[in-house]
């Protein structure tokens, strides 16, 4: 008969260090590890995005996918990629006073980049 792997169970030593805490003191701590987790990766999602995602929120802002691909190679060739290109197009609505998918068309159509190239400029935020 073959016999079972045993199996060194060490959890008793494991736990030693929070074996006397709280249900209240587990919670937070598991929140607090859980933070330490996940914050990194919030900050990975602030501050990188690529093509595909920006597509996507273009897409989610009313325009199409034949629409949204060009408009996000037009921000990428102006270096603005950082910045989104929902929010290029957001600044550009809100600024010259229009609706949002009438600012991308016009965007698409070539119009309004040195307003957007100034705008984000002035800012320092190229």
Do not use: C, Q
């Amino acid at each position: 008969m073959k016999k079972l792997l045993e199996r060194d169970d060490d959890f008793l030593l494991r736990r030693n260090h929070i074996k006397n805490l709280s249900d209240e003191e587990l919670k937070n701590k598991f929140w607090k590890l859980s933070g330490e987790i996940v914050d990194p990766m919030i900050d990975l999602a602030r501050t990188h995005t690529t093509p595909s995602i920006e597509r996507s929120v273009l897409i989610r802002m009313g325009f199409s996918s034949l629409e949204a691909k060009p408009l996000v190679e037009m921000v990428l060739d102006r270096g603005l990629i950082g910045k989104g290109a929902g929010h290029v197009v957001y600044v550009v609505s809100k600024e010259k006073n229009m609706a949002v998918r009438d600012a991308g068309l016009e965007l698409l159509d070539g119009k309004h980049w040195d307003f957007v190239l100034d705008y984000f400029n002035k800012r320092g935020e190229k």
